[in-house]
């Protein structure tokens, strides 16, 4: 493909067999785009392009500038809007295609559908010129505020999976420029694990100008000179399929992008399953398939008659143009009438209680109702031995996972309800709020959510959420909160909740050093241990009763 300004963009296509069930075409257009070489194709998660093909579309997978055998200079997510444009107009053009193009992809294939320049009728609204928007798009995994949706959470920058993700990018520039000995090092960081402590410095030599370690010098706490990037208002209106997962670190991207799509008039359709961002457990082919055939049907000339899988999504619910379908904690789905969103104070809430063992004994602890919350606790955090972040959705280990050991530390707080007198259903962003104060100029609040089943001893993390505050205003007594990541979660009736903190997640976010600075390292000596005080009275933690259910 040749962009305006000269650059060839390097694609691979995949073209249905004309003797097939497809027929002879012209065939409407697939298009994704990525930044990791076009022969993998997205393929740890969808189905191999050559599959699309057989159902009917020309499959066009792309190198964005700079990866893979494109020409020109990688220079990330702002790059995309003029390349995207133009890559929608060019596949509206290829020979065996019909002229309509939709977009499929996850991560950074999914930012760049988003990501496109033109406007509907041509740039400038020029008229006669090629529709750079696609007919459809299916985003999945990705947002559109780098500070937000791509590098941090609670004002933390996320450690462990973005130097990983940025070493990864830097990988492909030293293959591009035939530099073995730089991907040869990052390769044996990463598979040895020391990238967390020896990464930063491999990435400012080998990638000083790539998004990952930019992103690294910039405060998470502060808005300024981080990117929020556009998307046209058209097409956010375009007919569009979201997709999300629970244990996935872009799904409040997602969830933005819906409620953006909606602001502007469309009606987007959202599945977010139980899904970490590289295990989706069977995949939304058979769901993807059926909203393309929807929004692009075979021409009347085709002799094609029946799709090649049900358009019911197979074991993924198809949730219907602009309906919502959430995997719950147990595995199956329901059909709701709004997304997730934040929970309000009208929502189910308890307190926290404690006589102040809770982090010595992990039953101690409760939660209760919000008038009978009260007591003090103090948390000791020793950068030696930081408390561990596991699983989640920030973890390099991701998803539900066990924690009874974390929760037997004597540096992890837990509060626990009573077991529930009848079934629970719960789906939003649980919210917590409580009155803490450090003896150092920084600290970390980290928090995770687990279903303890009314049979056995587990304990499954089911959510977790960090928060950091630096300065002199972390040794006051202040109300801080924290935003847990969304859930969807069942309880049967016996069932209990806890709710466990600490004041470390290492290495999903780097560890507080105390000192009022910005943590950019692994534990070293310089960092402090560091005592939370915690004031139980008035705490909470809101979650949203499940009223939406179908």
């Not at 100008?209 to 375009?238: C, K, S, T, Y």
């Not at 780097?510 to 943590?519: E, I």
């Amino acid at each position: 493909m040749l962009c305006p300004d000269g650059v060839r963009l390097a694609t691979r296509i995949w073209q249905p067999d004309p003797g097939g069930p497809a027929g002879e075409g012209p065939w409407p257009v697939l298009l994704m785009r990525q930044p990791y070489g076009r022969a993998i194709a997205s393929t740890p998660t969808y189905a191999d392009p050559s599959w699309y093909a057989a159902q009917g579309f020309l499959v066009a997978i792309q190198d964005v500038r700079g990866r893979g055998d494109s020409e020109g200079s990688f220079g990330g997510f702002a790059q995309e809007a003029a390349d995207g444009a133009a890559a929608v107009r060019w596949a509206r053009s290829l020979p065996g295609g019909d002229g309509r193009v939709a977009t499929y992809g996850f991560s950074y294939q999914g930012a760049t559908q988003l990501l496109n320049a033109g406007t509907s009728g041509g740039d400038n609204g020029a008229v006669g010129a090629p529709d750079p928007l696609p007919d459809c798009l299916v985003p999945a995994m990705a947002g559109l505020d780098e500070r937000c949706h791509w590098a941090s959470e609670g004002d933390a920058h996320w450690w462990a999976l973005g130097l990983a993700w940025a070493l990864q990018l830097a990988a492909e520039g030293c293959r591009r420029r035939g530099d073995a000995s730089g991907w040869l090092a990052i390769r044996h960081q990463l598979e040895q694990g020391t990238f967390l402590r020896e990464g930063p410095a491999l990435l400012k030599r080998l990638d000083p100008q790539g998004m990952g370690w930019q992103w690294l010098q910039r405060d998470p706490a502060r808005p300024e000179g981080w990117r929020i990037h556009p998307v046209a208002p058209a097409l956010l209106r375009r007919p569009m399929l979201l997709v999300g997962g629970w244990h996935d670190p872009h799904l409040r991207g997602v969830l933005d992008l819906h409620r953006r799509a909606r602001q502007a008039g469309g009606h987007p359709s959202l599945v977010i399953g139980a899904w970490t961002h590289l295990n989706w457990r069977g995949g939304i082919d058979e769901l993807q398939l059926a909203f393309l055939r929807r929004h692009l049907p075979a021409r009347p000339h085709s002799p094609r008659e029946d799709p090649v899988v049900p358009p019911s999504g197979g074991a993924v619910p198809d949730p219907g143009e602009g309906g919502i379908a959430l995997q719950f904690s147990d595995g199956r789905w329901a059909l709701h009438r709004q997304a997730p969103e934040p929970a309000e104070p009208a929502a189910r809430g308890w307190s926290l209680a404690s006589g102040g063992l809770a982090a010595i004994r992990s039953d101690e602890g409760r939660l209760v109702a919000p008038s009978e919350g009260g007591g003090e606790l103090r948390i000791v955090h020793d950068p030696w031995r930081p408390a561990p972040g596991r699983g989640g959705h920030l973890g390099l280990d991701a998803g539900e996972v066990e924690r009874s050991d974390l929760d037997g530390r004597a540096d992890v707080a837990c509060f626990t309800t009573p077991p529930l007198e009848r079934a629970l259903e719960l789906v939003g962003v649980p919210r917590l709020e409580l009155v803490v104060a450090a003896d150092q100029d920084g600290f970390d609040l980290c928090a995770a959510l687990s279903h303890l089943p009314r049979e056995g001893t587990a304990v499954r993390q089911v959510a977790t959420g960090v928060a950091r505050f630096r300065g002199e205003g972390a040794r006051a007594p202040q109300r801080r909160r924290l935003t847990l990541q969304p859930l969807a979660l069942r309880l049967a009736e016996g069932d209990r909740l806890r709710l466990s903190l600490a004041a470390a997640a290492w290495p999903q976010i780097a560890v507080n050093a105390g000192d009022g600075s910005l943590p950019l390292e692994a534990p070293g000596p310089r960092h402090r241990v560091i005592g939370l005080q915690l004031q139980l009275a008035g705490s909470r933690l809101w979650l949203t009763a499940l009223t939406g259910a179908d």
